[in-house]
């Protein structure tokens, strides 16, 4: 492999106010942190709002033989830039126009909440990269070092050169906070530990990023929820990395932070279901921003919008939410509307079928092992989630589904889900 970085030779302090707390920002991620796709005439912010920095785009790193841009010294005003990666550039973005990235407007919202002009100043260091799934963007705990683009190592060129150029223009710098916006490749992979896998990335920022710079304590992770699992696997399919993420932060308080879910956002130039529009990663950004100010100024516990609690009464489930500002409702003009408020039930007979379908041959019957569940008097309706033309029944032992028949082999996927239909209780919403 072949590492190869050119920088840019300007001096490293010249937009460095003497005299300031200048708060680091590292942000990593796949296409959507990059903002791909986030360019259009009339919806970027225009030029650097506030005195906030980055580090200068357009250095070269060579992996293999591949060219993939790294943000590098010298640092220049925090403002919309070509950022998006992807095998060197975005293909969307054929003159390279300035992008609009969730973490621009996560740290302009920092600086807006904290007093504007005269609010906390920052300095981003932005090291996503296009596509990359998990096993490489991770750190040393459980990937392995180098990978084919280390964008973990990339982030800590960039932290080491974020701080030397604060101290040398004369004033003190500060690591605050990660952000990461991620999940889609992991979700087209079916990636089952991806939850486990947010807590490693975020504990190896920690580790390493604390001992490279002398901090210590607490590096908070912030990350939105990714929406994209129906395009990739198709309408009815079910989540995999998204689950992970709330449930990664479930477990993690303080450490790992769920801002919110992205489905709702305007999409970009292709329309494509994944990638957002420059008023979407704006939206996206602030609404980081905000959690991160609730937690990193205001010292206040973030919760995002989920449920409290979750009971059942006989037929009737009543779902209680968390709801940071005013009151739960619900778009129907972004999303139409849906029976149940969108919500469904299923009580235990819900198995995930994984690499059983083959590429022909005659249908095969496959075990199902289930904790617990209602009994059956005749074999609930089989449905198949994301993969089209694929077809089971379910085969019942004393009212338990024990095994599935295969009765079309549709696509021929390699991995599906499989959905059993009882009769589903009535769903109660309040917060």
């Not at 001096?11 to 920002?25: D, N, R, W």
């Not at 710098?173 to 896998?197: C, K, M």
């Not at 580790?207 to 901090?215: G, K, M, T, V, Y």
């Not at 689950?243 to 990664?248: P, R, S, T």
Request: proline share 8%; charged share 10%; net charge neutral.
């Amino acid at each position: 492999m072949r590492r190869l970085l050119v920088f840019l030779s300007v001096t490293c302090f010249a937009q460095v106010q003497p005299g300031q707390l200048y708060h680091g920002i590292l942000a990593t991620g796949q296409s959507l942190s990059t903002g791909c796709q986030g360019f259009a005439a009339g919806q970027v912010t225009s030029g650097a709002p506030y005195s906030n920095l980055s580090l200068s785009p357009g250095s070269t790193l060579l992996e293999g033989t591949t060219v993939f841009q790294l943000d590098t010294p010298p640092l220049i005003p925090l403002a919309p830039a070509w950022t998006c990666n992807n095998t060197g550039g975005d293909t969307t973005d054929p003159s390279n126009l300035p992008q609009e990235y969730p973490s621009l407007s996560a740290v302009n919202q920092l600086t807006f909440l904290t007093g504007g002009a005269a609010g906390n100043k920052y300095i981003l260091g932005q090291h996503g990269s296009s596509g990359r799934e998990y096993a490489i963007i991770g750190g040393p705990t459980d990937v392995a070092q180098p990978s084919a683009n280390p964008s973990f190592a990339d982030g800590k060129v960039q932290l080491a050169a974020m701080k030397a150029a604060a101290i040398a223009g004369g004033s003190a710098f500060q690591l605050d906070a990660v952000i990461l916006t991620h999940g889609e490749t992991d979700e087209i992979q079916r990636n089952r530990t991806y939850d486990l896998n947010l807590n490693h990335l975020q504990w190896d920022y920690e580790q390493q990023d604390n001992s490279l710079i002398a901090r210590s304590g607490l590096l908070p992770m912030f990350y939105s929820q990714q929406q994209s699992w129906g395009f990739y696997k198709g309408a009815g399919s079910v989540p995999t990395t998204a689950i992970a993420q709330w449930k990664a932060a479930e477990n993690n308080p303080g450490r790992l932070l769920l801002t919110g879910p992205s489905y709702y956002l305007p999409s970009g130039a292709l329309n494509d279901g994944v990638h957002k529009s420059p008023a979407g990663y704006r939206a996206l950004g602030e609404m980081t921003g905000k959690a991160m100010y609730q937690m990193l100024v205001q010292h206040r516990a973030w919760i995002p919008l989920m449920p409290k609690t979750i009971g059942r009464s006989g037929p009737t489930i009543t779902a209680v939410f968390f709801v940071p500002v005013g009151n739960l409702q619900f778009d129907t003009t972004t999303v139409a509307s849906q029976p149940n408020k969108g919500f469904e039930f299923t009580d235990g007979l819900t198995a995930w079928a994984d690499r059983i379908l083959q590429a022909s041959g005659p249908a095969p019957v496959y075990p199902v092992i289930f904790s617990g569940g209602s009994n059956y008097s005749a074999p609930p309706t089989v449905t198949v989630l994301g993969c089209p033309g694929a077809a089971y029944t379910a085969n019942l032992m004393g009212g338990i589904v024990t095994s599935l028949t295969r009765t079309a082999a549709g696509a021929n996927c390699t991995t599906i889900d499989i959905l059993f239909s009882p009769p589903a209780p009535s769903v109660s919403i309040s917060s």
